[in-house]
């Protein structure tokens, strides 16, 4: 006979999934976000309405803001978290050798797209610029820059500076002392993981925004970037539209159908959610909650290997701007001060790519990423302040490309390593609607990975 209290928790239960039935879900109401933002950004910008467009900006801004807060403390603990985690899984170094072969192979094979695609369509020859006007942006990157900026000089600064890279740095040190150490660091290891979950809560409630935050940012963009601005790079824009897209639809799913075995439609099925929030935040970082709860809870990869995979690919693996976007511009630029490269220069470009991807790390887009690129050639630095104009209309879609293949990488070595449960990916995708978040995994004993992704899996399902 069941108590009083479970009747009351199951009709509770029913009672929720019968009002989440009545409303769109999580996915729908990005879409639909995404569509009234065209149209009122359409609006303040055909009409002038200054009240219009202040409001979309203002609310545009504060959800970025408001990933951003999170972003200093939700790196250093799911870092510290991961690497601890890792002393539970057998082959942890396999493992991580795996997951940086497959992040480069991925993203040597989106930098190919990108120069092909540079080389196919010549963004640009016939574009009339300013060239005077063209100024170095205040940031640059640099190969010395960017091995001095890995550590930094005071720990409490890099957190104040929000300097994403030197965060990671400490994260890795601690979490590898932390596992050297042993049994007494286990408070720094449990501290981690509370603050880590504490984050992660307060970071989905802002995830919870994102339709409102889609419809600022998206209505701020079109009120913002005219055709006349967009005109003259019209076809730099495209190509790199066009050649993310080739790295989503094509290049990653062959990799995971051919090296993991793994339905491409089932994957993005179940990373669809994340992708679009990457796209409208711009922020891999941001999205890095999202993108670790779909890779466990909808495509089934064990818990263990994702909290490491997943952060450590949202602040390294980025084959949007750190592939396709730097080999599209280093040749715009080169072809807009008349500068030939040579094969030279576009292995150049790949070699860059994929060894320097990390310090995109650091700053929000890939004007460092690019300006190293630049550099490296010797091409002029300023013409990276040409692409300025445009660089949050293409930023979107790098970005989505960047949380796909942080996600889709890390199913491919999840498949290859027994640590993908199939049956998860293969069912039809949990709702996201439940305000449920990561939560580290611990363990007592050195259980075997698929063993605890089976049990975990079992356990959503009941959910």
């Known amino acids: 006979m069941s108590s009083p209290s479970s009747t009351t928790e199951a009709g509770a239960s029913t009672t929720r999934r019968r009002h989440r039935g009545l409303r769109p879900s999580f996915g729908m109401q990005i879409l639909l976000a995404l569509v009234l933002g065209l149209a009122l950004g359409w609006a303040a910008r055909e009409f002038q309405v200054g009240w219009l467009s202040a409001t979309l900006e203002g609310v545009g801004s504060l959800f970025v803001q408001l990933l951003k807060l999170a972003v200093p403390p939700l790196v250093f603990t799911a870092i510290v978290v991961s690497v601890a985690n890792l002393r539970h899984v057998e082959n942890a170094a396999r493992l991580v050798g795996q997951t940086l072969l497959w992040f480069a192979v991925s993203g040597f094979l989106a930098v190919l797209v990108g120069i092909g695609l540079g080389l196919a369509t010549n963004p640009g020859r016939g574009v009339t610029l300013d060239l005077g006007a063209a100024q170095a942006p205040e940031r640059t990157g640099s190969w010395t820059d960017f091995l001095t900026g890995i550590v930094p000089t005071n720990p409490v600064g890099a957190f104040v500076e929000g300097n994403v890279l030197q965060i990671v740095f400490l994260a890795l040190v601690v979490g590898v002392a932390a596992v050297k150490v042993g049994a007494k660091a286990e408070p720094v290891v449990r501290l981690s993981e509370a603050v880590l979950e504490v984050t992660q809560k307060a970071l989905w409630w802002v995830i919870r925004l994102a339709p409102l935050g889609t419809l600022g940012l998206i209505g701020h963009a079109v009120d913002g970037y005219g055709w006349d601005l967009l005109r003259p790079l019209a076809t730099f824009t495209v190509d790199v539209y066009v050649g993310c897209a080739i790295v989503l639809l094509v290049v990653y799913p ?10 491409p439609r089932r994957f993005y099925a179940g990373a669809w959610p994340a992708i679009q929030l990457g796209f409208v935040s711009r922020s891999s970082v941001g999205t890095m909650p999202l993108t670790q709860r779909v890779t466990t809870e909808r495509i089934g990869v064990a818990p263990e290997y994702a909290s490491f995979a997943i952060p450590f690919g ?3 693996k980025m084959d949007g701007c750190a592939a396709v976007y730097p080999a599209l511009a280093a040749i715009f630029v080169a072809q807009i001060f008349g500068i030939d490269l040579s094969f030279l220069d576009y292995a150049l470009i790949a070699f860059v ?5 990390a310090a995109t790390a650091g700053l929000t887009g890939a004007i460092v990423m690019l300006t190293l690129t630049l550099s490296t050639l010797g091409l002029p630095l300023a013409g990276a302040g040409l692409l300025l104009a445009i660089d949050p209309i293409v930023d979107m879609m790098r970005t989505a490309t960047n ?5 889709a990488m890390t199913t491919l070595v999840a498949a290859r390593e027994g640590l993908l ?10 709702s996201l609607d439940e305000d449920r978040t990561p939560t580290p995994v611990t363990q007592t004993d050195d259980t075997d990975v698929s063993t605890t992704a089976a049990r975990t899996t079992r356990e959503h399902a009941r959910l």
């Open 254 to 263: 062959l990799l995971l159908a051919v090296f993991g075995k793994v339905s």
């Open 314 to 316: 949202a602040t390294s």
């Open 353 to 357: 790519s994929v060894v320097g991807s």
């Open 403 to 407: 949380v796909a293949g942080q996600s």
């Open 421 to 430: 449960d199939r049956d998860v990916l293969a069912a039809p995708p949990v």
